[in-house]
């Protein structure tokens, strides 16, 4: 965690100094209680249907990993897109 918090030491990220924030992103880092696993939704779009598209659910769990009650400020996903074309991925 702590190598994360050495962005935060730049003082000319495109021309802003981020050093002052550096000490709130490493306490920010070290508060983080919620992870999830790697969820993985596979689509053959050679032989998926318009309808297989019309709903796609992916699992998602997540687990406080404090003790004590606590209080969840938000929560972020994201997603990656794999194209395995027939001459090169991508």
């Keep these: 965690m702590c190598s994360k918090g050495?962005?935060?030491c730049q003082n000319q990220f495109f021309?802003?100094?981020?050093s002052p924030l550096y000490s709130?992103?490493?306490?920010s880092y070290f508060s983080q209680v919620l992870v999830s696993t790697c969820?993985?939704?596979v689509l053959d779009f050679g032989t998926v249907t318009e309808a297989m598209l019309q709903d796609?659910?992916?699992p998602l769990e997540l687990q406080v990993t404090c003790p004590a009650p606590c209080t969840v400020h938000g929560v972020?996903?994201?997603?990656d897109v794999f194209f395995n074309g027939s001459e090169a991925p991508l």
Excluded: E
């Excluded at 021309?15 to 981020?18: K, R, W």
């Design 76 to 79: 972020a996903a994201w997603f």
């Design 24 to 27: 709130q992103a490493v306490d």
């Design 56 to 58: 796609i659910l992916i």
């Design 6 to 8: 050495h962005f935060w």
């Design 15 to 18: 021309g802003v100094d981020l």
């Design 39 to 41: 969820a993985t939704k």
